[in-house]
């Protein structure tokens, strides 16, 4: 099991929403397409946003994507944007 929870994930995701109805991730579906987006991202070549990122280390891209959008490195923008 992944950590931090969907739940967590989307609290910190939606932090910054004003109101409930400005809300940017509404279901853990959207949270496992982010977070595989930038997975996809970081075995294509980018580099891990990570604050202790050590290239030897061997980080999974999954486990470095959750970490990036449980620390609010990266930002899911709504489909408008």
């Known amino acids: 099991m992944l950590h931090p929870s969907y739940t967590e994930l989307m609290k910190v995701v939606n932090s910054e929403a004003e109101s409930p109805e400005e809300?940017?991730?509404?279901?853990?579906?959207?949270?496992?397409?982010?977070?595989?987006?930038?997975a996809r991202q970081i075995i294509g070549g980018d580099t891990p946003l990570m604050d202790d990122y050590d290239p030897d280390a061997e980080i999974k891209p999954l486990s470095?994507?959750?970490?990036?959008?449980?620390?609010?490195?990266?930002?899911?923008?709504?489909?408008?944007?």
């Open 64 to 81: 470095a994507a959750v970490e990036e959008l449980a620390t609010n490195k990266i930002q899911i923008l709504p489909e408008d944007e």
């Open 23 to 38: 809300t940017v991730v509404n279901s853990r579906y959207s949270i496992v397409l982010a977070t595989a987006k930038r």
